[in-house]
């Protein structure tokens, strides 16, 4: 929530930046209008939106990811039952306090607020026109307006008030009102964040600037200058009206009623928003979290001790992976890197086929990668055995039936299958009458988060005095002949990361997983979190 909130500030910042440095003194007051709108929507609707295209994080099909399992102090009947997630603390915590405190506060002023307003439209003397209601206010010589409520103090004289009433009819066509109360509400949920408070200065300001514009259209300049510098009125201070006179905005609005209007060609300002979202939208979609990038650094924990060859056929690999289908282009690039491996030499033929397709590596991020492996393994002249495994655990899964291929054998009982193409994921003990894979795997996943929360050593954390949220991300395997191999974890501390890859040992043998046919490994990662009460 906290991430949420500091991202919705920061594009609420530069949205805001925008407007003050480049659009704020134009005359394009409804152009500015929607941008102000639009633009504080959509930075609380930003950092919710993930495009998976932008993201430069390991893949779904390259791993199942399990649902997340939370321990602490539960109670024994959430243990039994092995739920996704269990939330350990109750109540709600200093922060969430002081949120709801001031969300009270603000609303009880809001209800004040509006009773004062409701309090004079009954009270006071009422004229009903065609498109709005003159509210009469006695005594007084404020003037605002609301909705289609239009307020007039009876202390104006009669020419004030037909220049007002031309302005304020303004602000109840355009449904300026509207636009105050959005921004209210949001001062409600979002007491805290004084941009909303800087939207709302913004947007008041413009509806004012576009009642001028049309009023004197009507009126003339001179009138409307004369009546704008007449007196200091004293406006009702509520912030969700439109009030005519207003001290700190009679100069700012001379000043725009004295602008030539802006140049049509000025419109392209607002272009600015567009590269603007999509950064934005790569930040959203690429900004890393907890729950992210532990697997993909644990996954290449140990890429250093590789050679710069095996790091490029994993780095081929990933690529394949993380776009999914390949072009002519890239799948002509794996079947010469096949025939390269197969053949005990190279021959004039296929080196020059190798030429020809490294000079047009510059196609795709794909195409360079494998230009590259094909490039190392000419320079190298041999490849060692680490690196001939690594080839063909790539190969194996990108030639045709490379799982039955015998040239393949040596590696296919080593080769991980990922999810999104395996036909048949393993089978967790008690599952195998279900029948599709996402089955299979919501059934695992819960014998899984059952068995991690009556195992784990949920004293470790005690006795190590951690407190607050603490996360540990696994990595495991069930190979092809059922059993739970390679556990890797990542933790706070070394001892929870032992705890978290005992208590993975303890899965059952489950029925392997297949492809082809064949017996096949397959990866997995478990995120476990501990939620300690302070």
């Known amino acids: 929530m906290i991430h949420y909130i500091i991202q919705t500030i920061a594009f609420q910042v530069f949205f805001l930046l925008i407007y003050d440095v480049f659009l704020k003194k134009e005359t394009f007051f409804n152009w500015n209008r929607f941008y102000l709108i639009i633009t504080a929507l959509m930075s609380f609707v930003l950092p919710l939106v993930k495009i998976a295209s932008f ?28 739920l996704s997630q269990i939330n350990l603390v109750s109540g709600f915590s200093f922060l ?55 307020f007039l103090g009876e202390s104006l004289s009669q020419e004030e008030k037909e220049i007002i009433l031309k302005h304020e009819f303004v602000h109840v066509k355009h449904w300026h009102s509207l636009d105050l109360v959005c921004f209210e509400l949001l001062r409600v949920l979002f007491w805290f964040n004084p941009l909303i408070y800087i939207y709302q200065n913004r947007i008041a300001e413009l509806h004012e600037f576009i009642a001028d514009a049309e009023a004197i259209k009507i009126e003339g300049k001179l009138n409307y200058y004369q009546n704008l510098l007449a007196q200091v009125f004293d406006t009702k201070k509520i912030s969700f009206i439109n009030p005519f006179f207003n001290q700190s905005l009679i100069k700012k609005r001379i000043v725009m009623l004295q602008k030539s209007k ?36 644990l ?20 690529l394949i992976q993380r776009q999914g289908n390949i072009s002519n282009l890239e799948e002509k690039g794996l079947d010469l890197l096949l025939k390269t491996v197969k053949g005990s030499t190279l021959s004039g033929a296929l080196v020059e086929e190798i030429q020809e397709f490294i000079a047009k590596k510059d196609e795709t991020e794909l195409t360079e990668e494998i230009a590259n492996v094909l490039y190392q393994i000419q320079a190298q002249g041999e490849v060692s055995e680490a690196e001939s495994k690594a080839l063909k655990g790539l ?36 599952c195998e009458e279900l029948g599709d894979n996402a089955d299979k795997k919501a059934c695992m996943s819960k014998g899984v988060q059952t068995l991690v929360a009556n195992n784990f050593n949920t004293k470790i954390a005690d006795s190590l005095g951690l407190t607050g949220r603490q996360r540990i991300n696994v990595i495991f395997k069930i190979n092809n002949e059922g059993e739970v191999v390679d556990v890797r974890s990542r933790a706070p501390h070394p001892d929870l990361s032992a705890e ?29 979190v501990f939620q300690i009460q302070e």
Do not use: W
Request: hydrophobic share 45%.
């Open 55 to 82: 993201k430069n994080v390991v893949p779904e099909n390259y791993i199942i990811r399990l649902p997340a399992v939370m321990l602490g102090q539960m109670p024994a009947n959430i243990k039994e039952e092995g």
């Open 96 to 150: 969430e306090v002081i949120f709801f405190l001031g969300v009270g506060v603000v609303v009880l002023l809001l209800i004040y607020k509006l009773s004062k307003l409701l309090m004079l439209i009954r009270l006071s003397p009422k004229e009903r026109k065609k498109h709005f209601i003159i509210v009469r206010l006695l005594k007084s010589s404020a003037s605002f307006s609301f909705f289609k409520y239009i």
């Open 262 to 297: 802006s140049k049509q060609v000025h419109l392209f300002k607002y272009a600015l928003l567009i590269p603007m979202v999509l950064g934005m939208l790569v930040y959203t979609s690429c900004a890393d979290n907890s729950e992210e990038k532990e697997v993909p650094n």
């Open 299 to 318: 996954i290449n924990s140990e890429i250093s001790e590789d050679t710069e060859l095996i790091k490029t056929v994993k780095e081929v690999k990933y």
């Open 395 to 430: 190969l194996i899964l990108t030639s045709e039936d490379g799982l039955n291929d015998p040239f393949f054998a040596d590696v296919l009982n080593d080769v991980e299958i990922p999810f999104g193409i395996i036909d048949q994921v393993p089978v967790f003990p008690g």
């Open 500 to 528: 978290a890859i005992r208590v993975i040992k303890l899965l059952p043998k489950m029925i392997p997983g297949e492809q082809g046919g064949k017996k096949v490994n397959v990866p997995y990662s478990l995120p476990i």
